[in-house]
């Protein structure tokens, strides 16, 4: 009996091992995440406009209208809870950055992809990354801080929203 008990435990340690980052990246991530303000346009806001921490960074809810056109030519309208924005660029959403397998950012991006994205601006698809997402300021931080993102972003709770797609500005000329 102890032989089947050793053998049981030893075949079913990896399905309870976790692989996940250090703890210490894991908060390293998490203060880069908050300092950076990621929550302020992935996280969906409550009626009383707090940030919604049960749908902490899951992007703009696939359910919310878009923000209305800008009145003047140049101006940027956001969504009632600052998670999408219609601007000269068209309308952009904040991505569900939870690593939900259908609907987060794990569906698009690995580690590497994240960061070069972070680096180039360019989505894995070859797109841009719209505004008002400051990708130019965050391409300045280093490799160890954006894998410490990416680790966090990992950590976190995921939650299935599907968000909208950007709707790109058509140009004119």
């Not at 878009?66 to 009145?71: M, T, Y």
């Not at 601007?87 to 987060?104: C, K, M, Q, V």
Request: glycine content about 8%.
């Amino acid at each position: 009996m102890k032989k089947m008990t050793l053998l049981f435990s030893l075949c079913a340690l990896p399905l309870f091992a976790q692989s996940k980052a250090p703890t210490a990246v894991v908060e390293r991530g998490a203060y880069l995440v908050t300092v950076g303000g990621c929550g302020d346009c992935h996280t969906p806001k409550t009626a009383s406009i707090e940030p919604d921490r049960a749908r902490l960074l899951s992007g703009s809810p696939s359910n919310a209208p878009a923000p209305s056109k800008p009145i003047k030519s140049g101006e940027v309208v956001s969504s009632a809870g600052s998670t999408a924005f219609h601007g000269p660029w068209g309308i952009s959403y904040g991505a569900n950055l939870t690593p939900d397998p259908e609907t987060g950012i794990v569906k698009e991006y690995n580690e590497t992809s994240f960061i070069k994205a972070m680096r180039t601006g360019k989505t894995p698809d070859g797109g841009s990354i719209l505004p008002p997402m400051p990708w130019d300021n965050y391409a300045k931080m280093t490799d160890d801080d954006l894998k410490a993102m990416w680790a966090y972003l990992q950590s976190i709770k995921p939650v299935k929203n599907k968000v909208k797609p950007p709707v790109r500005a058509k140009k004119t000329g």
